[in-house]
């Protein structure tokens, strides 16, 4: 009885008694997560789950039915686009092997305003995809940078994040703009003459 008082008394004289306790085995389990991510950085692992954070941003918009104000935006025109380096980026996504991820976003057979529309809804799933990839990577550097890594690695992991997210974000809606035109001028052609 008397230890229990005598607990009770040194707990509220420090003054801790109100705190919920963390067992040693959830601070050292915390600690170790910590470790990994900060020692076991992989920068290309943490893109491809990216790639899957934003799949399922894409998806939890779509649930939502906000899907529809992340389909006609443009952050950057053409000629930013271009000085850049988005659309050599752009070629060299195609003729390598990355071009492999997403075979939806290529053209082919005859030119049709159908075809064009979908592959327009290909590249817009593609680039809210890519774009909340972005937000979720950026948002993880930021925790990182919290947890003490060096300036050199969050300023390489937000270029790694700018090229392999936002470039292609701005490629995908300069590849929309081009197909915009293309239907308009298909429109045109087809027009029956009145």
Not at 125 to 147: M, S, T
Not at 150 to 157: G, R
Not at 171 to 194: M, T
């Amino acid at each position: 009885m008397d230890n229990k008082a005598s607990n009770i008394h040194s707990s509220h004289s420090v003054g801790t008694s109100w705190m919920p306790t963390v067992s040693l085995q959830q601070k050292t389990r915390k600690i170790k997560v910590k470790d990994f991510l900060l020692n076991n950085f992989n920068p290309i692992l943490l893109v491809f789950a990216s790639y899957t954070l934003g799949v399922l941003g894409t998806g939890i918009t779509k649930v939502f039915g906000l899907y529809d104000k992340f389909e006609n935006h443009n952050y950057i025109g053409n000629q930013l686009t271009k000085r850049i380096g988005v659309l050599k980026f752009g070629w060299l996504i195609r003729n390598s092997f990355m071009g492999i991820f997403n075979p939806k976003l290529k053209f082919t057979g005859k030119l049709n305003n159908e075809k064009l529309i979908q592959l327009k809804k290909d590249m817009t799933f593609a680039e809210n995809n890519h774009l909340f990839g972005f937000l979720f990577f950026q948002g993880f550097i930021f925790v990182l940078a919290f947890w003490g890594i060096e300036i050199w690695q969050i300023l390489l992991y937000t270029i790694i994040n700018i090229v392999f997210n936002l470039y292609l974000v701005f490629l995908q809606q300069f590849n929309k703009r081009r197909i915009d035109r293309i239907i308009e001028i298909h429109k045109r052609r087809i027009k029956p003459k009145g």
